[in-house]
């Protein structure tokens, strides 16, 4: 009887193939299930500041001796007045500016923009290559793929929010939405 009673309990200890296959099948889905709940997590790159969402701010990778960058992101505005981006800073540069390019007569021109960029209400504006975007001049580093660099956009009525600008390759476009429409 205890042969049979220690035979038992080997085989209980052991467990079946099929309850194994089992155990491992639900491994499997519980793993899977937790790494599909950890994707938006680690794809989401959006701060908010009162009723601005700020969307995917990225930067390009830029050179060895390069001396300026390039700053993009998308605002939306939830809110029902408009607000306005007046100023950026960052540790990574000496000075952040908002710039607007255009072509005019056949040339491109690029120029500051006075006064901070109005964010109309209801409405979005992108930051995005070609148009309105940030220049970080005077950098004290250069931006490398994959990385991440802090820096601080300051809103007339939603005040001052910190951001992360996650840096792409040198000759990208962006990977967040890039057809949206920018302010006039």
Known sequence: MSNLLSQAQAFALRGTPQLDFQRRLAFAALFVVLLLACIP??????????????????????????????????????????????????????????????????VMTMRPVEGGLEIPAGGKVALKPGAYHLMFTGLKRQPKQGEKFPATLTFEKAGSVNVEFAVEGIGETGSGDMDMDHAE
Request: no cysteine; aromatic share 6%.
């Open 41 to 106: 997590g680690a794809v989401a790159h959006e701060f908010k500041a009162g009723d601005l969402e700020i969307d995917h701010p990225w930067s390009r990778a830029t050179p060895p001796g390069a001396k300026v960058a390039g700053g993009y992101f998308t605002v939306v505005n939830k809110g029902r007045a408009s607000d306005r981006l007046l100023s950026i800073s960052s540790d990574i540069s000496d000075k952040a500016e908002l710039h607007e390019m255009g072509v005019k007569d056949g």
